[in-house]
Every structure is written in structure tokens, then in C-alpha cells.
T-cell receptor, first 111, second 115 residues
Framework: SQQGEEDPQALSIQEGENATMNCSYKTSINNLQWYRQNSGRGLVHLILIRSNEREKHSGRLRVTLDTSKKSSSLLITASRAADTASYFC???????????FGKGTRLHILP | KAGVTQTPRYLIKTRGQQVTLSCSPISGHRSVSWYQQTPGQGLQFLFEYFSETQRNKGNFPGRFSGRQFSNSRSEMNVSTLELGDSALYLCASSPNGQGLTGELFFGEGSRLTVL
């Protein structure tokens, strides 16, 4: 079963613009992570934010977490062609220590 | 350090057959998790093994099974294949288990096509 739901399902923006993706989840979590997947490849970990953190940065990535709204957002600034990929949020559940993934946002950076 | 290695990368089977997929985790990682990825359902958690014991499992039928060896390498098996089992099967390793460290390191996946 899915825990996280990403929004939008697909996003196309011009190179250089910022991209924002959102994730909503349902149950209590230990942490929330974002992963990137290039077409048909394995997933690559981008960033992890713990339930007691509100914001985290890594290079051009900024993640926020609002546990009261059970939501997170991933912002990619100054997008590049190489950012074209699918992005998944994944939640570490308190209940049974599983990491559950959403269905992802497909991001396409236009030249 | 070598990454997570999955074999085979591609395979084609027919309905009713069985398949075994292999995953070698990053050296020193004791946890191996398996996920099934399909366009319609996204990434679905299959199971996690830690020190040769299944720690967690998802909601898949008993046709899906796995095991982990003393060197942390893991295999998953799907018996009596169905068309709907066509998917990318992803293996991920972590040092101490999903619940403890969070970050997963993924292999490139094994793409299974069932005809």
C-alpha cells in the first residue's frame, strides 16, 4: 500500500526555473526521504528529513516537512537538463519500520 | 566501495514458470529490501531481510519469497509466474535495517517480463 502521494504526477519546466514537488502521507513517521530515479534505473537517495526537523538543504535541494499537515515539499532550484527524472518521497513508518514509497513525480526539464 | 549488484538485469519468462533474482548488497550492509515497481502501482514493498531473518514483509502472495545468506547476499523467488508479475524488481541495502538508518542504497534492478 502507498503511504506517500506525490503531487503533481508530472511537471515540465524550462531549464533554469525552480521545480517544486509535494508529498502527502497518512500515518505517523520517523523520517521522510526523497529519491530520484532516472528512466528504468535504480533509485538514488537525495535527502532525509527527520520528523523533528522542519527544513533541510542539500546543494540545490530544499526539503520542508510539516508533520501537522502530514506533508513535505522538495524544491529544486535553478533546474538543469540532468534533473529530468522521477522523484519519489518515502516515509519511514513508526508503526513497523518499513519504508514506503509514493508513486512519484515525473519531472521534465525543457532546454 | 562497490554498489548494490543485481542479477540478472533482464529476463523473460512464460506464465507458470518460476524465477530467482539475486542481490549482493554493499559490503558491510546487513539489511536487504526488495521492491516491485510497475507503472500502475509504483514501488511496492516486498520484504526486508536482516542478518538472514525476514524482518518485514509487504502484502504479496506466498508465491513471492526470499532469503538471505550469511554473507548478506539475498535472493528472491517468484513461483508460478503470472502476467502481472512483469515488473522492475529493485533491491536495496542499508547498514542496519530500514527502521534504524533510513537511507536505502538501490541496485539497478532486474526487469522481468512474463509472456
Amino acid at each position: 500500500s502507498q503511504q506517500g502521494e506525490e503531487d503533481p504526477q508530472a511537471l515540465s519546466i524550462q531549464e533554469g526555473e525552480n521545480a517544486t514537488m509535494n508529498c502527502s502521507y497518512k500515518t505517523s513517521i520517523n523520517n521522510l526521504q526523497w529519491y530520484r530515479q532516472n528512466s528504468g534505473r535504480g533509485l538514488v537517495h537525495l535527502i532525509l528529513i527527520r520528523s523533528n526537523e522542519r527544513e533541510k538543504h542539500s546543494g540545490r535541494l530544499r526539503v520542508t516537512l510539516d508533520t501537522s499537515k502530514k506533508s513535505s515539499s522538495l524544491l529544486i532550484t535553478a533546474s538543469r537538463a540532468a534533473d529530468t527524472a522521477s522523484y519519489f518521497c518515502a516515509t519511514g513508518e513508526n508503526r513497523d519500520d518499513k519504508i514506503i514509497f509514493g508513486k512519484g513525480t515525473r519531472l521534465h526539464i525543457l532546454p | 566501495k562497490a554498489g548494490v549488484t543485481q542479477t540478472p538485469r533482464y529476463l523473460i519468462k512464460t506464465r507458470g514458470q518460476q524465477v530467482t533474482l539475486s542481490c549482493s548488497p554493499i559490503s558491510g550492509h546487513r539489511s536487504v529490501s526488495w521492491y516491485q515497481q510497475t507503472p500502475g502501482q509504483g514501488l511496492q514493498f516486498l520484504f526486508e531481510y536482516f542478518s538472514e531473518t525476514q524482518r518485514n514483509k509487504g502484502n504479496f502472495p506466498g508465491r513471492f519469497s526470499g532469503r538471505q545468506f550469511s554473507n548478506s547476499r539475498s535472493e528472491m523467488n517468484v513461483s508460478t509466474l503470472e502476467l502481472g508479475d512483469s515488473a522492475l524488481y529493485l533491491c536495496a541495502s542499508s547498514p542496519n535495517g530500514q527502521g534504524l538508518t533510513g537511507e536505502l542504497f538501490f541496485g539497478e534492478g532486474s526487469r522481468l517480463t512474463v509472456l
